[in-house]
């Protein structure tokens, strides 16, 4: 019952207001739509052997990326392998499905695991059960984050285990729960392992025994959870190092501080914080019983002193920095601040369990509910207390308060059934409305355009596209910037591209791309596609998607050389222009001179005084033309000229054309793609202005380069003739055939990310290097024929050999069971 409640009530909230899948309001809104989704159909991919890679590498995306983190992170919730067994264009339906189930599952196990706290009706903890999966937490962050959501599963599950502890059973399955909760989300397992390690704590202060046998318990604990830890050490592991490798957000890090009456007001079920603030409330049946709890004369002074200690110490731990850190597992997020918040609705709800298992006195009641009356007064005008969280307190309060007051009063059996079936009405009704409010005030449209479903016309067609022209593994196809649908549409729409938000983007990944010329959002965990025919080259692109019409995509194709070339010796020392620019390092990559590197010379419009750093541009007020400044430079007739400038937040425009190109360089969180402005003219001039609207942008003076492309042409030309004959691809493996004799450096379309290995002409595999950002395999000086290579992210060995460890104590605990069994 408490599963079936807690899913309805969730889904007709969502249904009232007419949001997916029940409606035409998208649910899929920043990284549910830019992240979980489009992993999801990259799981798809996977189930149906459609994919190009496997679990523990990722060749859609990122111009090749490691996955098994991934994996870990977004897709390794039990309910995700749902996402099979439906059409992979109802992706997002699956995402829908992860979180609709988790919080039946997590409801159905607290109602459980309350009647390990203490004995009393199954309908009334199914009740109080419903208010903590469908809490606040739940409703406004974890079913939009749909791994997240197993974190309300991990607290009554871990709470389970955890009390077998106390009564001395079942360690073996104990530790099998505590591994599939860290496999499933080591990171809410984290949070649940730490809260139920508090609320044991508060058990066994609580339990008329010695303390002997409270050591014996703590004993078993520590084992069960150590060995559950060793048994999921792959997840841990792996994922501990990705995240050490990736990209660094220490710089979007947002503040814990929480006004105190804001922190309370978040109790009321339906509130939604206008900034950051714990969503804690757990319905309006757990309110009024936790507040109704301190003047339970039923229940010991010190078992009350011990769960509102508990509550309380646990809230103030969200708000201050050093134990916000500890809930986090070290350092603070860049996005949501308290992600733990559904630990405390899940402590509210047991102390709720506590008052209503010795059932309350009317007395009791009404002071309870004057306190809440009193929690209402005092923070009704406050931002959080929307008018549908208000209306469902003051009505769902007075009923609920009234129909408790009947249920305490002693009633016979059928009066009592009546009160409990009235209560669980209001117990649905409450929690429904609470989800149609939180829905109404954190409708998308209000943030602006909304934008159509994930999988849409556009997005079908674009991959219909891409796959009539699939080449792979000879050469990539890219999505390209001109088709967005989300910032992971190479796993969403197909091909071999560059589109990649993750936050286990690595360093090697993001400051390899970025110093060829690549745009980076997120502080480098978004990587954007090639704009331009050089980067694509390099990358091995030889197919680019490009629209057609409203809502159709075309599939072009470009010069691109093979995934796999080989680089002379020293081609990478021959050439700069000038030495340590973009432009310098990809002619080093490439081995060919392309471009050359005018000087620029401002010639109209506002000043823009040259300093060390390049023109200070100054800032452009309205559109008129006086407000762009133009700059002049000598290229040879027909040459394409390009722009690179990372830091710029500013529009260029080709004065001879009209062309403009925006630049978003927001340092250090988004970094500028070179992108192509327009071509030299017969003089060889070009011209072109720039408007900035924003103090403080500067124009490098080496921004503009000169493509020559002829010479480009020759260089991909060269690099076919002397490149892979052959190449296979495996899930996490490359395999290429190289003309006989080949010299220098085999370089891999990929980025020099940790984890690969290589081997020439099956002598002995060795790391490869790192040349220009790209992944480089020295071939010797002799020559070679066949390069083999493979990847395995860091951490897996250690893991599998922890699991290994753990697997053994398991086995050693039954044997020694079985063994003593027998004895007996």
């Keep these: 019952m408490a599963a079936f409640i807690s899913m309805a009530a969730y889904s007709a909230g969502l249904a009232a207001r007419g949001v997916y ?52 992170t977004y897709l390794s919730n039990p309910f995700s392998l749902l996402t099979g067994a439906l059409p992979r264009q109802y992706a997002e339906l699956s995402v829908y499905l992860v979180s609709l189930f988790s919080m039946g599952l997590a409801a159905a196990l607290m109602t459980v695991f309350l009647g390990r706290l203490r004995p009393g009706s199954p309908w009334l903890r ?68 730490l809260a139920t390690a508090l609320v044991l704590l508060v058990r066994l202060l609580l339990a008329d025994t010695d303390w002997r046998t409270r050591g014996r318990a703590l004993w078993r604990a520590a084992t069960m959870t150590g060995t559950g830890l060793l048994l999921a050490a792959p997840a841990i592991l792996v994922c501990a190092l990705a995240n050490k490798r990736a990209q660094p957000t220490e710089l979007y890090v947002v503040s814990v501080n929480t006004d105190p009456l804001t922190y309370l007001s978040m109790l009321i079920p339906g509130t939604h914080p206008v900034r950051p603030a714990p969503n804690i409330f757990a319905g309006v049946l757990v309110l009024l019983l936790v507040l109704t709890l301190m003047f339970h004369s039923g229940v010991r002074v010190r078992e009350r002193l011990a769960w509102f200690s508990l509550l309380l110490l646990t809230a103030a731990s969200f708000v ?83 129909l408790l007051l009947l249920y305490a009063r002693g009633l016979r059996r059928p009066a009592r059934i009546g009160a409990m079936l009235l209560l669980a009405v209001s117990v649905f009704a409450g929690t429904t409305y609470s989800v149609y409010g939180n829905a109404v005030v954190d409708d998308p449209r209000r943030r602006g355009p909304v934008r159509a479903q994930t999988m849409t016309e556009l997005g079908l067609n674009a991959r219909q596209a891409l796959e009539a022209r699939r080449n792979w593994p000879a050469t990539r196809s890219d999505a390209g910037p001109e088709i967005f649908v989300t910032n992971n549409d190479a796993m969403l729409v197909g091909g071999q591209g560059g589109a990649y938000y993750s936050s286990y983007v690595s360093v090697e990944t993001a400051t390899g791309l970025r110093g060829l010329g690549l745009g980076e959002a997120m502080g480098g965990r978004h990587l954007w596609p090639a704009h331009d025919p050089v980067l694509r080259a390099l990358l091995g692109v030889g197919t680019v998607l490009e629209p ?75 559109e008129s033309p006086e407000t762009w400044t133009a700059f002049t430079a000598r290229c040879a007739p027909g040459e394409r000229a390009f722009l690179h400038a990372p830091e710029l937040y500013a529009t260029a425009r ?78 996490h493996t490359v395999e290429a055939r190289l003309p006989k004799g080949s010299a220098g450096t085999a370089v891999l379309a990929t980025t020099a990310s940790p984890g690969w290995t290589c081997s020439v002409d099956g002598g002995p595999a060795r790391a490869p290097v790192s040349y220009q950002g790209l992944l480089g395999v020295p071939l010797g000086s002799r020559g070679a024929g066949r390069l083999a290579c493979s990847y395995l992210p860091e951490g897996l060995n250690a893991g599998l050999a922890g699991s290994g460890a753990g697997a053994l104590l398991v086995a050693g605990v039954l044997v020694r069971t079985r063994w003593r069994a027998r004895r007996v």
């Design 21 to 72: 899948p029940f409606g035409r309001i998208p649910r899929a809104d920043n990284d549910l739509r830019h992240q979980y989704v489009p992993f999801h159909t990259r799981l798809w991919d996977l189930q149906h052997a459609n994919a190009q890679g496997d679990l523990l590498f990722n060749w859609q995306s990122g111009y090749g990326v490691g996955f098994l983190g991934d994996f870990f």
């Design 126 to 193: 199914a009740l109080l059960s419903v208010g903590y999966a469908v809490c606040g937490w739940g409703v406004a962050e974890g079913t939009v984050v749909p791994m997240w959501t197993w974190g309300l599963v991990a607290i009554p599950m871990l709470g389970i285990a955890a009390d077998w502890c106390l009564t001395g059973r079942r360690w073996i399955l104990g530790s099998l729960l505590v591994a599939l909760c860290w496999y499933a989300n080591f990171y809410t397992a984290a949070m649940a392992t």
């Design 320 to 402: 201050f920095t050093p134990t916000a850190r500890l809930w986090q597992g070290g350092a603070l997020p860049h996005g949501a601040p308290f992600r733990e918040s559904f630990v405390l609705s899940g402590m509210l709800a047991m102390a709720a369990w506590i008052c209503l298992a010795h059932m309350p006195r009317p007395r009791a009641v009404l002071a309870g509910a004057s306190l809440l009356a009193l929690l209402v007064t005092a923070t009704h005008d406050l931002p959080p207390v929307n008018r549908y969280a208000l209306t469902g307190v003051l009505v769902g309060g007075t009923v609920t308060t009234v």
């Design 548 to 622: 057609a019409g409203a809502n159709g995509a075309t599939a072009r194709t470009v010069p691109a050389p093979p995934l796999v070339t080989v680089r002379a010796p020293g081609s990478d020392q021959a050439y700069g222009a000038p030495a340590g620019s973009v432009w310098a390092r990809r002619q080093a990559a490439l081995g060919a001179r392309i471009y050359t590197v005018p000087a620029l010379t401002r010639s109209g419009g506002p000043a823009a005084p040259e300093s060390g750093r390049g023109f200070a541009l100054p800032r452009a007020e309205g």
């Design 654 to 731: 080709d004065e001879s054309t009209g062309r403009r190109e925006s630049f978003s360089g927001n340092p250090p969180a988004v970094s500028a793609p070179l992108k192509e402005l327009g071509t030299a003219g017969a003089d060889g001039r070009f011209t072109f202005s720039v408007r900035a609207p924003k103090d403080g942008q500067v124009l490098p003076s080496d921004a503009l380069g000169c493509l020559d492309p002829a010479a480009f042409d020759a260089a991909v030309a060269r690099l076919k003739a002397t490149g892979a004959t052959s190449v296979t691809a495996g899930g």
